[in-house]
Nanobody, 119 residues
Framework: QVQLVESGGGLVQPGGSLRLSCAAS????????MAWYRQAPGKQRELVTT???????NYLDSVKGRFTISRDNAKNTMYLQMNSLKPEDTAVYYC?????????????WGQGTQVTVSS
């Protein structure tokens, strides 16, 4: 079982930036494909972006050009750089690991980190 701890959220104005971090447990981080998810109040959890162990990335259309996912395997950590934030980005952000399908992560969920973009 992999456990993850998210950090870096906060309150920002529209157009602002945040950098989220996801610290993963275990020595197998370098072989995991990873993803960021978010969930706004009253809405379903949404897949935001993925990064494979070799660095291939995919993004939700609404965040393309604004968000950048990256990873540092030596630190067992991945990141989400969020620029040009919009009120609709407001959500709790979570990270997790997956084998093939990012909609089916296998790690234990952390507490997430709250991102609030003021309207």
């Amino acid at each position: 079982q992999v456990q993850l701890v998210e950090s870096g959220g906060g309150l920002v104005q529209p157009g602002g930036s945040l950098r989220l971090s996801c610290a993963a447990s275990g020595s197998g981080f370098s072989i995991y494909d990873m993803a960021w998810y978010r969930q706004a109040p009253g809405k379903q959890r949404e897949l935001v972006t993925t990064i494979t162990r070799d660095g291939t990335t995919n993004y939700l259309d609404s965040v393309k050009g604004r968000f950048t996912i990256s990873r540092d395997n030596a630190k067992n950590t991945m990141y989400l750089q969020m620029n040009s934030l919009k009120p609709e980005d407001t959500a709790v952000y979570y990270c997790n690991a997956y084998r093939t399908n990012p909609t089916e992560p296998f790690g234990s969920w952390g507490q997430g980190t709250q991102v609030t973009v003021s309207s």
